[in-house]
């Protein structure tokens, strides 16, 4: 993941969300994203959502989230980003010993998330058509994030194979020594409450190498749904 302080320079370079369309399916490739500028957490959400909006109307089987090169970052803007594929609701949270947080969507938009103000959205278009999430061993902790926001939802499908695992939120403090402290003060959960610590196993496990690829399990799994 690229440097928080080289992304969030003004007209820095970066990968940004894209869509791919093909026999009724889109792919989203949602890259990792290190950024916290509000101009580069907007050109990120941004170009996500309208590439969404654009591929929309060719999208009859339907969508394909590919996680599979992300190594997290900013899990607000991603998630900003896949909201219009997600049910209003609480999706996801971040459960410390005395509390949950929780990262809630409506009509497409963020209400709110962990990461606080100006983590929102105004959403005001939603996709339908069932969901495939595509994972691997990259796949984590801020994309693991986004994996579990569609846990519980009637349609998605999880394909590929299962995550790195950093399903948990740390703080580094600093000791009297002058050493460091790496402590674990969150877990992710889902939206019925379970706590993820370690890898997200796949519904339909297909590595890199299988045949058919991983990218065709997925394409046949939302072709079963989508008849």
């Known amino acids: 993941v690229q440097a928080v302080e080289a992304v969030d320079q003004p007209g ?22 290190n950024g916290q500028s509000d101009e580069a957490v907007d050109r990120y959400r941004r170009s996500g959502l309208d590439a969404l909006q654009a591929a929309a109307a060719d999208t009859t089987c339907g969508w394909i989230v590919d996680l599979r090169t992300n190594g997290g ?6 998630l900003a980003v896949v909201a219009p594929l997600l049910d209003d609701g609480r999706v996801v949270g971040l459960r410390s010993k005395d509390e949950t947080q929780w990262a809630e969507i409506a009509d497409g938009g963020v209400v709110s998330t962990p990461g606080g103000p100006g983590t929102g959205t105004s959403g005001g278009f939603t996709l339908d058509g069932p969901v495939a999430i595509l994972t691997s061993t990259m796949t984590a902790s801020a994309a693991e994030i986004v994996a579990l926001a569609f846990v519980g939802q009637d349609d998605p499908v999880r394909v590929g194979s299962p995550t790195a695992g950093f399903t948990t939120g740390n703080e580094i403090r600093e000791l009297s020594d002058g050493s460091w ?3 674990t003060t969150t877990y992710d959960v889902d939206r019925s409450g379970r706590v993820y610590d370690g890898p997200i196993a796949p519904d ?5 190498s299988s045949v058919p690829s991983d ?10 749904r989508c008849g």
């Open 181 to 183: 402290i790496v402590l």
């Open 204 to 208: 339909v496990l297909a590595p890199p």
């Open 73 to 78: 970052g900013n899990a607000w803007a991603m």
């Open 12 to 33: 820095a370079t970066f990968a940004i969300p894209t869509t791919s369309t093909y026999g009724g399916v889109t792919v989203l490739t949602l890259p990792a994203f």
């Open 215 to 224: 990218l065709d399990h997925a394409r046949s799994e939302l072709a079963a």
